[in-house]
């Protein structure tokens, strides 16, 4: 059965860092394009990071320069390093994989920054 399981989230002070992770099981993971969104009650799911299955990286303009998505084919992972922290960057982050007609998301991970 497809899956994507995130972990790493949690509260941090303004200025810090955290690494999301997300593990893929199920799928051929290194095929997909995988990406990183966000959401919060005020705001729809938004994109933040993308990365495509040779690499190619594309950043929300709030995060660039801040936050890194890097894969590991051989782990089926995909992380989310997130330096520079704001508060505004405060959601549940949620990890996709998309390839053809499947889209498959994880549960989220909530990530809380403290001012």
């Known amino acids: 059965q497809a899956q994507l399981v995130e972990s790493g989230g949690g509260l941090v002070q303004a200025g810090g860092s955290l690494r999301l992770s997300c593990k893929a099981s199920g799928i051929f993971f290194s095929i997909y394009r995988m990406a990183w969104y966000r959401q919060t009650p005020e705001k729809q799911r938004e994109l933040v990071a993308g990365?495509?299955?040779?690499?190619?990286?594309n950043y929300a303009e709030a995060v660039k320069g801040r936050f890194t998505i890097s894969r590991d084919n051989a782990e089926n992972t995909v992380y989310l390093q997130m330096n520079s922290l704001k508060a505004e960057d405060t959601a549940v982050y949620y990890c996709n994989a998309e390839k053809f007609r499947v889209n498959l998301w994880g549960q989220g991970t909530q990530v809380t920054v403290s001012s």
């Open positions: 990365i495509t299955d040779d690499g190619s990286t």
